[in-house]
């Protein structure tokens, strides 16, 4: 539904309905009151920068009698903030932009909310690319457990494993519901795809000759295509630790090559990003 409409006898009940799950601010109004004109100029302003968190019906009481006397309006210009199919606020007369925001921001769902709301649609539609960039700004705004549960769906969904179990990690007890033991057992199978036969003959390399520096490589190569870089960070990093320039660079360019992939704001990058800047500096 568009977020600013003219409110009619053939659209009110799709209107009404409406109102069951979003917010709808219906503003009376009509040409021959000046008021109403410039309140309404507020509205569609307001409602243009609200980026549709609720949607504005305009209604024409020269044009539309019938739905102003319904809603008994006394005088113009009136507003009504309707929910669920009734009225729940409103005005008389002319407002500031500030009074009408603070009235509408007791009715309206945070910002993250739909930005939530609006992923879940995304996933249902098996889009997780558009989910992403959503979640990850409402888990910034928010770090509720519903919202990370989301995120790490999401992570699933793109095989981003290690991110996945960061974020089922920080859910508490209290949350850990039937979605999240279904993600739990989503990131068990990944991981256990994850454990292909080359990893695990390079992993054995590694430990009969854990100084073989091109094993470690190897390794750590299998390791991030397979979406472990919770394995592949530490591997590298351990030899970093003696000598930033070990085996001719190599390492460090791997290391670096691993954290330029992964996601801006990644936490597991960010984290070793610092410790690599504390061996340079």
């Not at 000046?34 to 609720?54: C, D, H, K, V, Y």
């Not at 949607?55 to 024409?60: D, E, G, S, Y």
């Not at 509408?104 to 649609?121: C, G, I, S, T, Y």
């Not at 095989?159 to 179990?165: E, N, P, R, S």
Request: net charge negative; aromatic share 6%.
């Amino acid at each position: 539904m568009q977020s600013i409409l003219e409110l009619t006898k053939e659209n009110i009940q799709q209107v009404v309905d409406a109102s069951m799950e979003k917010v709808v601010v219906m503003a009376f109004w009509a040409n021959q009151s000046p008021e109403s004109l410039g309140l309404m100029q507020t509205l569609e302003s307001i409602a243009q920068q609200q980026n549709g968190r609720f949607v504005l019906a305009k209604v024409n009481c020269e044009h539309e009698m019938e739905i102003a006397n319904y809603f008994q309006i006394q005088s113009l210009p009136t507003t009504l903030v309707l929910h669920e199919g009734k009225p729940v606020d409103g005005f008389a007369g002319v407002q500031e932009a500030l009074q009408i925001i603070e009235m509408l921001d007791k009715h309206l769902p945070a910002e993250w909310q739909l930005k939530l709301n609006q992923a879940r649609v995304f996933l249902a539609e098996n889009n997780a690319i558009a989910a992403l960039p959503l979640l990850k700004e409402a888990y910034s705004d928010k770090p509720l457990a519903e919202i990370a549960l989301a995120l790490a769906d999401v992570y699933l969904s793109l095989g981003v494993l290690d991110d996945a179990k960061g974020l089922l990690d920080s859910v508490g007890l209290a949350d850990q519901d039937s979605y999240y033991q279904s993600l739990k057992a989503k990131l068990a199978l990944a991981l256990d795809a994850a454990d292909t036969p080359e990893i695990r003959k390079l992993q054995q390399a590694v430990d009969n000759a854990p100084d073989d520096l091109a094993f470690v490589l190897d390794l750590a190569k299998a390791l991030h295509q397979a979406g472990r870089n919770d394995e592949a960070l530490p591997l590298l990093f351990t030899p970093l630790q003696k000598d930033v320039s070990v085996f001719d660079g190599k390492v460090k360019a791997l290391f670096l090559e691993i954290l330029t992939a992964l996601s801006q704001g990644n936490a597991l990058a960010n984290q070793y990003r610092r410790k690599l800047y504390t061996l340079l500096y």
